[in-house]
């Protein structure tokens, strides 16, 4: 009785609050009655999930073809890398992977998660590269898919923090010339699309640079996601600095700290901290615009997805699963990521509260 | 934001970034740098089978690719001393330009803006190519006159774009490009259907008609074409030796075609009492020595790939599943195009 | 592509700066190419593109300029993100509403959107969509029709528009090559224009609802305490207030979706981009063209965010109204 009463609370609480509410709950069961059978059938019902041509052809698209992932995940996951090698890139991502999830968790104390990642990095590109160890060597060109957009995404965030930070206190300085410079490299950076970016760094770095001297374009393309996230990242991180209260400045210079070991000790963990949570919505921002590197010829997983399919008369009419796989990891990544950032936000509130409470 | 002493700072500022752009140093012999690294650095398509693919295993083939390799055999001594980096239409001048490959043997056309605005040589012919029209048969066209107002499917940084639109205004005819970046898209689009015709090269066309297609034999290609397409090597400016290098080693394999010396019968050739055999084979006189190479340069690039004819029709004649006719790719003497300047001795027929 | 707050140009020195600055590198870069045999300079602007460009605003041919070809491509840029950023800002408010919606399965429905298309990047959306449009849409030879004179198929939306040589409009009409006349929308345009609209919907819907979010609680309160009804608590109280939060990173994604639109050349649509990236492939003046992409996303910026801080002052006024 009691249970009824409360149910019908909840209902019209949440569903049927006054007439509007009514209405649209109405018509989003309709809407959910009419299309839900619909897409669980092409989901699942329909779906061919081995990978088989002929079958896939036969449903005609009345249901999903999931067999094109079957058939074709190891290119999509690992690009043009050596078949037979290719439990280097799967151990290589396994690893990074790890490391990042492990840095997210606080999985391990600040000591052991330096040592973790200082052995990580490392640890990847001897895998992928090869070289070493008697692993045959495998040129950078071949690198494609997961661990190539890992990589990107990875290297630009950690790459591009310490220069942000640097533009973030070269815009903060009293020199006219520092902070003109990061001025403008900030705004020009934060005025142009990547692309952009990455048709500088693919298509003019290279005639720019001493003949000669040719770089590698990963390197390249590389360095032009690192330029482009350090700009935006500086932006976040100025925020954070000047959001630090002025009494801290004061008081810095009161303990007699210079104006550097006050940056150091007292005004940059303090910004830095506040500024976690945009900063994570930077890496998401970062890890997505990975894909473009596709423009420029380099085969991550947007890339390679396409290289494999497209090239493939026989699947090629099933592009719509394969993005749908490939966006499923890219969900997985960027929602892990803002949640992250979330659960941060949230600590930072409450820390915050705390410290009112005790103020 | 104040920026008091900005406009000051301007000379500072550029004399900083003078430093970061410093002017390029002059370029190495590219001979020596091959040599140094024991490997030749060859730019190749990302994939036009007959020309230049990769087969599963990552082992490349096709008539660009047989280039790259008897050239390496000339130069190093072991056609599989090779590194073939795919590139794209828009990618492979810069990839030339900036040093990231040694040679560009990539089903590339010889034409004037090429030749003198970007830096780079043309070495000589290896295919006479022509630009054509790939239809579904279901359209029942029989002429690209018939292409009134179609979409056409075209990849971009190639001549074929501004071929279409010249063919197309001196016929009076309206088209729509639809311009892809990359070669898997612009296929991709046609065929799904988006374009009435897909138009390239036409022996990139037996390709992707032959390979691409979902069924072959519902596309054909129209009888026309529309532009003379001379395919050959490009080279880097200002290394006259290795211009000269790759020019020679592409003549020596028309000529072993032209004088009937083969992969087969190279050792009995050596022997032949012909001066101008003797003098290709360098089994009288040393003509690698003019190179900056042995004297067996030539022999060992018919060794390594066979001569011209054999690598046409391993790669794109009847020995493969193009099937295309030489036509312009035979000899002279035959009725084609395919001159060598004589390594021999001129030879009347 | 990011979702940062934009700040001001402090002084037209600023930009003119920039430019100047830019202008230099590239006679630098010009300098080191004359070096290598590489042609450079502005001079191929002036010559007739030799290209066609499949879809263009403004009248364009082959035999005109360069600088025209890049015209039409700059207008073709504009001419999707003008459209999506109305249509996204629409759509967005509304998701962004919804959120706060106190009916539970539009608020999840919302919530879902939000996540769902937000973190999967941008060029996965581009490319599914137009995947959707050129692979399960019927060829341009059996179209579908919509209404009357208004057609749907691989070669994209027909309808009918003012103008042509026989009467008021300008009818689609099915031809020998698919279809003929009317105002054609390509499967890329549509592709683009989906893809940014509903993509940046769900920025705009964060921002919306971060805005509203924003006003103190004690403002609905007090507004319902004097009467209000919720309509025009909404009017009067909060959306003035909220919009005050809403603008600036709302003319932000403006920016990002303009700046976005540049993966036009992923899909094939001649937008600025894509114009000069064949102009770069045909005449191999790489420092130019990219040189003049960023040029022109610069002023775009610059004039946004004038835009912005005009619309601020307004707004600010408006509120204190
Ligand atoms: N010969 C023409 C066209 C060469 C060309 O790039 N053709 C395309 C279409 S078949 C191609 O080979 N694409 C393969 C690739 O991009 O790797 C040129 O030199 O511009």
Known sequence: MNRVATTRAWLRRNLFSDVFSGL?????????????????????????FTPDAAACEAVDHAGACWGVVAEKYRFILFGRYPYAEQWRPLLATTLLLLVIVASGLRLLACGPLLAAWLLALPAFFVLMGGGYFGLTAVGSDLWGGLPLTLLLATMGMLLALPLAVLVALGRQSSLPLPRALC??????????????????????????LPQGSSVDVLLRVQGGIVLFAAAYLSETIRGGLQAVPGGQHDAAAALGLGRW?????????????????????????????????????????????????????????????????IGLIYWIGCYAMSRFSRTLELEGGLQRKSLQGLG | MRFPNFALNWPAAIALLLLLSSAPAHAGKTLDQIRQRAQLVCGVSTGVIGFSSADSQGRWNGLDVDVCRAIAAAVLNDPNKVKYVPLNAQQRFTALQSGEVDLLSRNTTWTLTRDASLGLHFTAITYHDGQGFLVPKKLKLTSAKQLKNAEICVQSGTTTEKNLSDYFKAQGIRIKPVVFEKFEASIKAFFSGRCQAY??????????????????????????????????????????????IVKWVIFALIEAEEYGVTQANLEQMKASGDPAIQRLLGTAEDSGKLLGLDRDWAARAVKAVGNYGEMFQRNVGDASPLKLRAALNALWSKGGRKVAVQAGRVRWA | MADFRHAAFATPLLAGGLLAGLWWLLDVTAANMHERGIRSGFGFLSDPAGFGIGESLLPFDSADSTLWALAAGLANTLRVALPAIVFSTLLGTLIGLGRLSPNLLLRGLCAVYVETLRNVPLLLHLLAWYFVVTDLLPPASDALQLA????????????????????????????????????????????????????????????????????????????????LTRARLFRL???PQ????????????????????SLAVAIGYPDLVSVANTTLNQTGRAAECIALIMAVYLILSILTAWLSAWLERRTG???ER
């Open chain 1, 261 to 325: 070991q006050a940056m150091r000790w007292i005004i940059l963990p303090q910004a830095l901290r506040a500024v976690i949570p945009s900063v994570m919505n930077s890496a998401v921002s970062i890890f997505k615009d990975t894909s473009l590197v596709t423009v420029v010829s380099l085969y991550e997983l947007t890339g390679a997805l396409s290289l494999a399919l497209a090239g493939d008369a026989e699947w090629r009419s099933f592009h719509l699963e394969g993005y749908l796989f």
């Open chain 1, 183 to 208: 001025t403008v490299y900030v705004e020009l950076v934060r005025g142009v699309p990547l692309i952009s970016v990455l048709f500088l760094a693919s298509f003019l770095f290279p005639i720019i």
């Open chain 2, 199 to 244: 138009t390239t090269d036409a022996s990139a066309l037996a390709f992707i008609r032959a390979k691409e297609a979902p069924r072959p034999d519902d596309y054909a290609v129209l009888p026309e074409l529309i532009s003379k397409e001379p395919l050959g090597p490009v080279v880097r400016r200002g290394d006259d030796e290795w211009f000269a």
């Open chain 3, 237 to 239: 109280v909060l959306l």
């Open chain 1, 24 to 48: 649209t709950t109405l018509l989003l069961l309709a809407g959910g009655v009419h299309w839900l059978p619909g897409l669980i059938d092409w989901v699942l019902l329909q779906a061919v």
């Open chain 3, 242 to 261: 909220a919009l005050r939060s809403i603008i600036p990173p709302l003319t932000n994604q403006h920016l990002s979706l303009t700046k976005n639109a």
């Open chain 3, 317 to 319: 006024r408006w509120a």
């Open chain 3, 148 to 227: 009357p004179h208004v057609f749907l198929g691989k070669s994209g939306l027909a309808l009918p528009w003012p103008g042509g040589d026989s009467g008021l409009f300008d009818l689609p009409a099915r031809g020998e090559m698919g279809i003929v006349g009317g105002a054609v929308l390509t499967p890329e345009f549509l592709a683009l224009f989906l893809g940014l609209t509903l993509y940046t919907a769900a920025y705009v819907a964060e921002t919306v609802r971060a805005g509203i979010q924003s006003v103190p609680r004690g403002q609905s309160d007090a507004g319902l305490a004097l009467g």
